[in-house]
């Protein structure tokens, strides 16, 4: 469960620091008077939907924090054999990565207002996502193909599962970057909507980019390696 | 006294933020039904989670008349006697609990309380009940499926979750149920996100993080620890869907079942315990933070008084809230453990009582020389403290290792449970329903049948429950549908455990007088105005009651003051809203 733990440390320690910068060292009962508090205050003038989309992230990596977790604690079990990488993962991650870039220069475009830029960016991000997809799916199709089926170790378990319930998220990020895309397509300018839905779009890929690259090095099997090497450090 | 008011002709600072942009309802389907109100949410949500919670305590009459008079029904098999604590358990813990207090009280509280117009996601926070719906009805559905419902605990405990002699096992029951599960947690999210970005983003001016009612942090904090503690239920269930669909061995070792070896192999039913418990216990605290905020408040404005020490209030349910992250495993003493987890593990939850017994303190010292009020919502408030810190003491014992292993699986457990997580915040919701029941509907509940539900229920639980750390001291194990003739059980118990059955079914008879109190007094209550508790957080001051989608008129209220400024020396009234700037006047500027 470590690393569940590590990541409940950094989220408790996010919100530690965050409820320090909202005077909660303050004594209520001493003052009277408005305050300027949120939403026009001194400090936060995020959009409400990105604090959401923080928090949901938050949520998504609880989440495979907690898969890893399981993942190591049943690697300890006798009848662990996991399965050999499909070659094409590698591909899979930099087209993951050529995503996510295309995202990164759309934003970029929102910001400085060209729009035609915005447009090409957003399309090829969303086609390189759907490539991936389909790569991930020749990945399963490989491993099925070499005998490694879902039910044979659980090592090919979480392999199907982890990449599965990777690949819903990108999918349901594909609807949201859908309608970005969509809109703009059809507006002729670039307003605040489609601005604050790009960068939104981007923070979500650039996430789980991340998420993916934790994936692949704990399928790869260099998690294991690392995790006996700090135990050797330790012991 | 501090003074925060912006000086230079008092004139408050125009918002600089625009306006939520409200969805208006077209019909009477998107008024009342599909409504993005999270007023109407939250009724939507109580009425499910209540509706399903009925479900629940008829189950607990059935396994009571089973315990109680064995041998009497013989339509209480051991397998439905199975079915029925593990659906009990299940409802009243997820469906009930966590359900009412975050999707229901949040809804309904914390825009309201936090001077905003409505949750900040609308849409979302719809979904998010119509998911919640359709979990329920999953679940309902597998009391019909072939098979019935699931047998195998709440805790759904693999391996014996999935096998054949569960009942439910080889059927639909587990399936639906954890695919009910699943449901329940992407809708749960769906709320859930909304409520934290609420409260941080939708606070109207003035309103800083500390000066916001004790409800709010206890609901806030909960929720943020329940989006991190769900996904690990998320886990466990999708993983033993694929156990049991799938064929996977994730948590199912090699096994033997009726001379039949099964096709799984080498799996850990220990992996599943920690995913569950890292869940299961933050769950405990979803369940009572909120209850903590609520009886905070109620006993607040029923006394008269400000809550005492509420800056030690507000950091006790964070840090318990952090806390309750690294207890998991004393769950799981008898699962076997290293001895200096074990160790940890009860240290760490010993070390929860310091700031649970902050809060005890705080709210008796709150109560000390108050105007004590004896309305409906206090009494059920004062039975939360004396409850809650009868299921806290029976905690302490059970958190040490060597205590814990002879009680564990005993009656004393449930005793345990059911005091401090069942009893406790259930006496809170009674409560929070009998004080805010006048802002939902503008009318009073009935006192002479609140008092008696009072009065049945509080002494009723005690009925059910004190005999039953004696039950379980003795040694009788919880989940045997029939105790038969083992020697070391005196008689006893049976009488007790007649008396506790009779006890159930008049405390659950009595819950039908409250439930016909709420519709009687939707027509013949007593008209109840706009603040019948002459209390002072935002919710009592909407310029109409029941306030409508957008509590708020044409102008969000500006906040003063925090929200316990009771009996204040020389003010006018006994109590100072949140939204009076008393002393000062209200500055020219929003006069006109």
Redesign the interface.
């Known amino acids: 469960m470590s690393v569940i733990l590590v990541l409940i440390v950094v989220v408790a320690g996010f919100s530690f620091w965050w409820l320090l910068q909202q005077r909660v060292l303050a004594k209520p009962w001493l003052e009277y008077g408005v305050h300027t508090a949120l939403p026009e205050t001194d400090v936060s003038h995020m959009p409400t939907a990105k604090i959401g989309l923080g928090i949901f992230l938050a949520v998504v990596a609880s989440l495979f924090a907690l898969f890893a977790s399981a993942y190591f604690m049943r690697m300890e079990y006798a009848d662990w054999q996991s399965p050999p990488l499909p070659r094409i993962l590698w591909f899979n991650t930099v087209i993951l990565v050529l995503a996510s870039l295309a995202l990164h220069f759309a934003v970029r475009a929102v910001r400085e207002g060209r729009p035609d830029v915005a447009r090409l960016a957003l399309a090829a991000a969303g086609l390189a996502s759907l490539l991936f997809l389909a790569g991930q799916l020749t990945a399963w199709r490989e491993l099925t193909a070499g005998g490694y089926f879902l039910d044979t170790n659980p090592a090919n378990g979480f392999f199907y599962l982890m990449t599965g319930i990777h690949g819903l998220h990108i999918l349901g990020g594909l609807a949201a970057l859908a309608r970005a895309t969509v809109r703009a397509w059809t507006e002729e300018r670039i307003d605040e909507r489609l601005r604050l839905g790009v960068e939104l779009c981007a923070t979500y890929w650039h996430f789980l980019l991340l998420v993916w690259l934790g994936v692949f090095v704990l399928l790869a099997g260099w998690a294991g390696d690392l995790v006996a090497l700090c135990r050797q450090l330790l012991t | 006294?501090?003074?925060?008011?912006?000086r230079a002709d008092d004139i408050?600072?125009p918002?600089?933020?625009p306006e939520l942009e409200l969805y208006h309802p077209k019909s009477w389907w998107t008024t009342y039904v599909f409504s993005q109100d999270a007023k109407v949410i939250a009724i939507q949500y109580a009425g499910t989670a209540i509706a399903i919670g009925l479900v629940a305590l008829v189950l607990s009459w059935l396994m009571r008349l089973q315990l109680g008079f064995p041998g009497t029904f013989s339509f209480i098999t051991p397998e439905a006697y199975y079915q029925f604590v593990t659906m009990h358990g299940m409802i009243m813990v997820i469906y009930l609990l966590t359900a009412l207090f975050l999707g229901g009280f949040g809804n309904y509280l914390i825009p309201l309380m936090v001077g905003a117009r409505d949750m900040?996601?609308p849409y979302v926070n719809m979904l998010s009940y119509w998911v919640y719906l359709l979990a329920v009805l999953v679940l309902v559905a597998s009391f019909f499926a072939s098979g019935g419902p699931t047998g195998a605990g709440w805790t759904l405990y693999p391996p014996q979750a999935i096998l054949s002699g569960t009942p439910g096992g080889q059927s639909w029951g587990i399936i639906l149920m954890l695919v009910s599960l699943i449901i329940f947690i992407i809708g749960f999210?769906m709320g859930?996100?909304n409520y934290?970005?609420t409260v941080?983003?939708?606070?109207?001016?003035?309103?800083?993080?500390?000066?916001m009612p004790l409800t709010v942090w206890g609901i806030f904090t909960a929720t943020?620890m329940a989006?991190?503690a769900f996904?690990?239920l998320?886990?466990a269930c999708?993983?033993m869907l694929?156990d049991r669909v799938?064929?996977?061995?994730?948590f199912m070792p090699a096994l033997v079942e009726m001379g039949q070896q099964l096709?799984y192999?080498?799996?850990?039913p220990i992996?599943f315990q920690?995913?569950f418990w890292?869940f299961g216990h933050p769950e405990v605290y979803i369940v009572a933070l909120p209850a903590f905020g609520i009886v905070s408040d109620l006993i607040s404005t029923h006394a008269r008084k400000?809550i005492f020490g509420?800056?030690m209030m507000?950091?006790a349910i964070?840090v318990i809230g952090?806390l309750s992250?690294?207890v998991w495993a004393h769950h799981m003493y008898v699962s076997g453990m290293h001895p200096w987890f074990g160790f940890f593990f009860a240290t760490t939850t010993l070390i929860i009582a310091i700031p649970t017994a902050i809060k005890v303190y705080n709210w008796v010292l709150t109560l000390w020389r108050g105007d004590i009020h004896l309305t409906v919502p206090m009494l059920f408030a004062l039975a939360f403290i004396v409850t809650f810190v009868n299921g806290g003491l029976t905690g302490l014992f059970l958190g040490n290792v060597v205590v814990d292993v002879p009680l564990s699986d005993t009656m004393f457990v449930v005793a345990h449970f059911h005091m401090v997580m069942g009893v406790a915040p259930i006496l809170v919701i009674f409560g929070a329903i009998y004080h805010w029941y006048p802002k939902m509907t503008g009318r009073m509940l009935d006192e002479r049948m609140g008092r008696f539900h009072f009065w049945v229920t509080f002494v009723g639980a005690y009925a059910i429950f004190f005999p039953m750390h004696y039950v379980g001291l003795v040694g009788v194990p919880r989940r045997y549908p029939e105790l038969g003739d083992s020697a070391f059980i005196p008689a006893s118990v049976h009488d007790l455990n007649a008396f506790i059955t009779i006890a159930a079914l008049i405390v659950g008879f009595a819950q039908m007088v409250f439930l016909f109190n709420i519709f009687w007094s939707l027509r013949h209550g007593k008209e109840a105005g706009p603040n019948p508790w002459r209390a002072t957080s935002l919710e009592w001051q909407t310029p109409t009651t029941p306030p409508p989608h957008g509590n708020w008129g044409d102008e969000r209220p500006?906040?003063?003051?925090?929200a316990?400024d009771y009996s204040v020396p020389d003010a006018p009234q006994d109590f100072i809203p949140q939204n009076d700037?008393w002393p000062?006047k209200v500055p020219a500027a929003r006069q006109a």
């Open positions: 006294m501090v003074d925060a008011t912006p408050i600072p918002a600089e933020v900040v996601f999210t859930g996100l934290v970005v941080i983003q939708g606070r109207t001016r003035g309103m800083t993080l500390m000066r943020v989006l991190l996904p690990a998320f886990v999708v993983m694929f799938l064929g996977t061995s994730f096709s192999g080498g799996g850990s992996l920690h995913l890292f400000n509420y800056r507000v950091w964070v952090a992250f690294i500006v906040v003063y003051r925090w316990y700037p000062q």
